[in-house]
């Protein structure tokens, strides 16, 4: 009779310690499964801001600088409404654009929606572009070459400029530029030298008179050449042809035009860097386009279209704005 209660002891003995066993597995189970949504929360609030999906605005104040192209004052004014939907304080400034890249680069301005690359602003990238970030492409592809009116016959590529005294001597052997600090206007200049066309000046100006004097020979079926880009709207007005290039100086295809912050911006304000990735990655050349055409062609005011654009694209500036806090 002992003997037997003795084995019942021990058999109960063995029993609680596999059930005790048992609870410790199933406490550590819970610790890992806690644990791991625990990582995931915090995952997402380092993706997001917080655990929530919301990107925080992080500094108020907001400053862009672009230079005064056509494109540029389409765009800049949608960026910089967005921007004041979501609760910034927005600075435009226009510059010139050597001081645009430096004011980015030394922090002056917190980003530009106007650069060219990898060609037409190659030199300032070379220069400044550790100190920056290029976080986003609203065109991708932005053909520059010099550009004749169709009608200017036997002119179709750039070795047809080279003692060509006939179409040299009717525009004066000048090239009408824009102004001197234009990434194109350096791309010209390097072209001159690459093509060996001794006898070509390139006239500096600004791209406003430069159209004035194309719109005039335009008007007249008279010869002219300037340094052209796309997208813009006098490939809407006119009839012109681009160049080719066969040694690739204004880099082929065309560049891409960015959006490109000063280092740390990401940081400091999360929710302006998502807005403008996001509406970069919708922003398109025909939309630009028509923007161009609303502003150049039917003369209305930049901020005039902006509202217009953001009014007709709600459900786009929804998807813009989301999960950014408030």
Same mark, same amino acid.
């Given at each position: ?167 040299? !001597? /009717?525009? %004066?052997?000048?090239?009408?530029? *824009?102004? $001197? =600090?234009?990434?194109?206007? &350096? ?28 719109? !005039? /020979?335009? %008007?007249?079926?008279?010869?002219? *050449?300037? $340094? =052209?880009?796309?997208?813009? &709207? ?28 000063? !280092? ?63």
């Amino acid at each position: 009779m002992i003997k037997k209660l003795r084995f019942l002891g021990i058999a109960l003995v063995f029993v609680l310690a596999a059930a005790l066993v048992a609870c410790g597995s199933d406490d550590n189970n819970n610790n890992a499964d806690n644990e791991s949504n625990n990582t995931a929360e915090n995952d997402a609030a380092n993706n997001n801001g917080d655990a929530s999906g919301d990107f925080e605005l992080g500094q108020e104040d907001i400053s862009i600088a672009f230079v005064a192209w056509a494109g540029e004052q389409a765009r800049t004014p949608i960026v910089a409404k967005l921007l004041e939907k979501a609760g910034y304080n927005v600075e435009q400034s226009v510059l010139e654009a050597g001081p645009m890249w430096q004011a980015v680069a030394d922090g002056n301005a917190d980003l530009t929606t106007a650069a060219w690359l990898p060609d037409t602003h190659g030199d300032y990238w070379e220069q400044y572009g550790d100190d920056v970030d290029n976080f986003a492409t609203f065109i991708d592809q932005a053909p520059l070459a010099l550009t004749v009116p169709e009608y200017v016959e036997d002119v179709n590529t750039m070795e047809d400029l080279k003692d060509n005294e006939e179409f040299g !001597d /009717a525009v %004066d052997w000048t090239i009408t530029g *824009i102004d $001197p =600090g234009a990434g194109i206007m &350096q791309n010209t200049q390097k072209a001159i030298e690459e093509y060996g066309l001794d006898d070509w000046t390139l006239q500096e100006s600004s791209e406003s008179a430069m159209l004035s004097a194309l719109m !005039d /020979a335009y %008007d007249n079926e008279e010869p002219i *050449i300037i $340094p =052209g880009w796309k997208p813009h &709207q006098m490939f809407k007005e006119m009839d012109l042809k681009m160049l080719e290039d066969p040694k690739e100086v204004y880099g082929g295809e065309g560049d891409e035009i960015n959006a490109v912050a000063r !280092d740390g911006l990401k940081e400091d304000a999360p929710a302006a860097y998502e807005i403008i990735k996001r509406f970069a990655e919708d922003y398109n050349t025909d939309m630009e386009n028509d923007l161009l055409v609303k502003i150049n062609v039917d003369g209305k005011d930049p901020e005039t279209v902006a509202d217009e654009f953001l009014e007709e694209n709600q459900d786009l500036v929804d998807e813009w704005l989301d999960g950014i806090a408030e």
